[in-house]
């Protein structure tokens, strides 16, 4: 799911205490008209009353006119607006106050989420995915062609690098949209595309440099734009995560937290897989969290300098023939870009 269930219930503590402030604030700005127009108070009552006067009159005669009402609540409260704006107030200084008109601090409007708790819902997953400011800069809308070598043939692709890098890019755009759909704002939906044996994990393979980490951001920010939960770490934070809470038997929240969204997020970045001090911990946790994921319907996204082959030396044939068998594997080309930047 996109946010667990203590993230929603404190969200909508939140709206709570904003309807509890927003109903303090109105009753002490009622208060201070009350002690400036003593006369405030009786017009306020008067409506009340008035309304189970016609009532009861409503009760002897069988009917009840509506119109008779409406008037006279009307008179009162244009005699109300008066007093306000003689006495220097505007003249709905008495009415509550709502952060957001649209849902009235709800969250919700007909039953649907409101853009205000879509916000805090996206900021939420934002903070959480450990992406919040680099994602301005890497996504899809800025991803430049020009640091790629457009005059050379790649060897045993018929194609320039830029042009191929031009099909990767398409190639996530459309795995972003198929797997990360525009609707998660509005209905929890499984991230199942409901065709079987489909493959929403892409490992990136190349040198230092050449846009892994990027395309991963990319995609990660359809994600989370669209309500998604995305959890990234570098392959040494994930693993430090996992020597902590199994090994060291650290109860810290962070790491908790971490350790809940590294499965059950819907989807988990792991960068410079490789990098990491690599042993039989590693290399059995590594499976695990493949292998939970992978049966779990979440996609993961890797990014290694690392070849297949290299990897089934590093990790063992059983995690790279689970890679194989459900990942997409895209090799990256190229220079490292960051030293044109």
Do not use: W
């Not at 008035?50 to 005699?79: C, F, H, Q, T």
């Not at 994602?135 to 690098?161: C, R």
């Not at 410079?272 to 979440?298: C, P, Q």
């Not at 220079?335 to 930047?341: E, K, Q, S, Y």
């Amino acid at each position: 799911m996109a946010i667990n269930n203590s993230s929603y219930n404190e969200i909508m503590r939140e709206y709570e205490n904003i309807r509890a402030n927003n109903r303090a604030a109105q009753v002490r700005r009622i208060e201070e008209v009350y002690k400036k127009i003593p006369q405030m108070k009786d017009l306020n009552n008067s409506t009340g009353s008035m309304a189970v006067s016609r009532y009861k009159e409503s009760l002897k005669s069988g009917k009840i006119s509506m119109p008779d009402l409406k008037n006279d609540i009307d008179k009162i409260k244009k005699d109300k607006e008066k007093l306000l704006l003689d006495a220097g107030f505007p003249k709905d200084y008495m009415e509550i106050s709502y952060n957001c008109e649209d849902c009235r601090d709800t969250g919700y409007i007909e039953g649907k989420k409101c853009h205000c708790l879509q916000a805090r819902i996206r900021k939420l997953l934002y903070a959480q995915s450990n992406l919040e400011n680099i994602l301005n800069k890497e996504n899809f809308e800025n991803f430049s062609f020009d640091y790629y070598d457009n005059k050379n043939i790649l060897a045993g692709q018929n194609m320039t690098n830029a042009s191929y890098m031009e099909g990767v890019k398409k190639f996530c755009e459309r795995f972003a949209d198929k797997y990360f759909k525009q609707n998660r704002a509005e209905n929890d939906i499984a991230l199942d595309s409901g065709e079987e044996n489909d493959r929403k994990n892409i490992i990136f393979s190349g040198n230092t440099g050449v846009g892994k980490t990027y395309l991963s951001n990319c995609i990660a920010k359809v994600a989370l734009d669209r309500y998604y939960s995305v959890i990234y770490l570098s392959a040494k934070e994930l693993f430090e995560v996992l020597v902590k809470v199994k090994m060291e038997k650290s109860e810290e929240q962070k790491y908790l937290l971490l350790l809940d969204g590294i499965y059950e997020s819907d989807m988990l970045i792991i960068d410079d897989l490789g990098t990491e001090l690599s042993n039989h911990f590693t290399t059995t946790e590594f499976f695990h969290i493949i292998n939970r994921r992978i049966n779990n319907e979440k996609s993961t996204i890797i990014s290694t300098n690392l070849s297949l082959d290299e990897m089934r030396d590093i990790y063992s044939e059983r995690v790279t023939s689970r890679i194989r068998k459900s990942f997409i594997y895209i090799r990256l080309f190229g220079n490292d870009i960051r030293a044109r930047l």
